[in-house]
C-alpha cells in the first residue's frame, strides 16, 4: 500500500501563544496516533510547515480539519505524492523549532522555508524562473524527510528554548 505524503505551510495568527503551540501538538499527536498519520511540524519566524503521511484519506481529513483552525491561515499545500515508505514512521507528529539557530540541521530548516517560499511566489507567478532552477515542489517533500527526529517522547512539551519566540 502506497503511503500519501503532504507538505503545507501557513501563517501563525498573531496571537498565537506558548500554550496554544502545546495544545496543537498534543491534539495533533493524540489524533495521528488514532488515524495513522505520521509526519513532522517545524515553526519559524511565524509560519508552520507541516509534513503529513498516512491514506490518503485520513491525511486529507486532517487536512481539511487543519484548514478550519483559527490559530493559523494562508494555509497552501506546496506538494503532494504517494510514496511506498513513510519518513517518520512511529512518530505521530514530531516537532523542530526552527527559530533555534544552535539545533542540528538549522541549515536544512533555514533551506526548507527559503524553498517553500519560493514555490509560493512561483505559484502566485510573482516569481522568475532562474529563482527555482533545479527546484520543484517534490524537492520539498525530499528535505523534510532529512529533517532529525526528535529524542523527545511524543508527549513532553516543548522546549523551553520555544516559549521566547512566540508572542
Sequence with gaps: ??????????????NLSYSDLNSILAISRDRNLQNGITGI?????????????????????????ICNDRR??????????????????????????GDVSNQPHSENIAR????AHRLHLADRGLG???????????????????????????SHPLPAAAEHHLH
Design 128 to 154: 522568475h524562473a532562474r529563482d527555482f532552477e533545479g527546484w520543484d515542489h517534490l524537492d520539498i517533500l525530499e528535505l523534510c524527510k532529512l529533517l532529525p527526529i526528535s529524542s523527545r517522547p511524543a
Design 41 to 65: 511540524l517545524v515553526f519559524r519566524d511565524g509560519h508552520f510547515l507541516h509534513y503529513l503521511e498516512g491514506s490518503r484519506e485520513d491525511v486529507q481529513s486532517c487536512y481539511r480539519h
Design 1 to 14: 500500500m502506497k503511503v500519501y505524503q503532504m507538505v503545507y505551510q501557513s501563517q501563525a495568527a498573531e
Design 72 to 97: 493559523h491561515h494562508d494555509v497552501r499545500i506546496l506538494a503532494e505524492t504517494e510514496h511506498i515508505h513513510r519518513a517518520f514512521a512511529g512518530v505521530p507528529l514530531d516537532f523542530l523549532d
Design 112 to 115: 526548507l522555508f527559503h524553498l
